[in-house]
């Protein structure tokens, strides 16, 4: 049964990433970048908390809370670049 879930798992992600990965390649606009890069920082904190709970542990915690900060730093930059941008 575990198997079966960690394959469903697998290619829900996979899809999500591969439909993120084209609006990040040709996304019109400096936004629409921003907003897949932030889909695909989420897909990867969603797949390590996946494994922390199939595999019961927490120790990739840390690395969960690493990568939330980085998603929230490269939001703030993107949406101060395109303001003052637009000025």
Known sequence: MTGVLVAV???IFAVAAAVALVRLVRG???LDRAVASDVLLTEVMCLIGAEMV???HADTL???LIIAAVGVFGTVAVA???ARRDQ
């Open 62 to 64: 840390p690395l969960m």
């Open 80 to 82: 101060r670049f395109v």
């Open 28 to 30: 019109p606009s400096i």
């Open 54 to 56: 199939i595999n019961r």
């Open 9 to 11: 798992i697998a290619a």
